[in-house]
T-cell receptor, first 115, second 113 residues
Framework: NAGVTQTPKFQVLKTGQSMTLQCAQD?????MSWYRQDPGMGLRLIHY???????DQGEVPNGYNVSRSTTEDFPLRLLSAAPSQTSVYFC??????????????FGNGTRLTVT | DAKTTQPNSMESNEEEPVHLPCNHS???????IHWYRQLPSQGPEYVIH???SNVNNRMASLAIAEDRKSSTLILHRATLRDAAVYYC??????????????FGKGTLLTVNP
């Protein structure tokens, strides 16, 4: 059981380039989300999804797009990378979006540097 | 959204108990209290959660105040591997903004040998 898998682990981009951070879970989880973590800032929610075809914005959505075409995958797209998007990105999932208290399962993160 | 307040950092000695506090004075009756920890260079991992009663699992214990405005994560015998950032968050037992699970800065726990 792989849990939550994020790829790539590391990425360097030039300003203006685009890329997609991949997140996949094999636990049939309904809820998936993306966080970014900057030094001294804790985890900040970017986007989340409560099921296939449903996404919504978190605290810091600007500059990022998401889609949820399948239950398993929740990619995060940077359309035009900026140095301010240099961060560590974590994907997390849980069995349900609400109504019970299934814990969040996190991936190991993608470290992104934009130069 | 209900907020939590934690000390920025705490220090402990190995083999001693550690009590990590969390204040959540605006908690509502249906909010669950969740704790996560993040070891260096890793993603956060779930530790424990509870609603009203104290909870125990193999990792820790959670003591919840009678008025639910505060809680304490208890590590009974700290080890060097417990050095991490500990996050206390509230998870609403309903929809809507429940889904916006927000983390604060957490408490950095240092364990001295």
């Amino acid at each position: 059981n792989a849990g939550v898998t994020q790829t790539p682990k590391f990425q360097v981009l030039k300003t203006g380039q685009s890329m997609t951070l991949q997140c996949a879970q094999d636990m049939n989880h309904e809820y998936m989300s993306w966080y970014r973590q900057d030094p001294g800032m804790g985890l900040r929610l970017i986007h989340y999804s409560v099921g296939a075809g449903i996404t919504d914005q978190g605290e810091v959505p600007n500059g990022y797009n998401v889609s949820r075409s399948t239950t398993e995958d929740f990619p995060l797209r940077l359309l035009s990378a900026a140095p301010s998007q240099t961060s560590v990105y974590f994907c997390a999932s849980s069995y349900s979006a609400g109504g019970d208290n299934s814990p969040l399962h996190f991936g190991n993160g993608t470290r992104l540097t934009v130069t | 959204d209900a907020k939590t307040t934690q000390p920025n950092s705490m220090e402990s000695n190995e083999e001693e108990p550690v009590h990590l506090p969390c204040n959540h004075s605006t908690i509502s009756g249906t909010d669950y209290i969740h704790w996560y920890r993040q070891l260096p260079s890793q993603g956060p991992e779930y530790v424990i959660h509870g609603l009203t009663s104290n909870v125990n699992n193999r990792m820790a214990s959670l003591a919840i105040a009678e008025d639910r405005k505060s809680s304490t994560l208890i590590l009974h015998r700290a080890t060097l591997r417990d050095a991490a950032v500990y996050y206390c968050i509230l998870r609403l037992n309903s929809g809507g903004s429940n889904y916006k699970l927000t983390f604060g800065k957490g408490t950095l726990l240092t364990v001295n040998p």
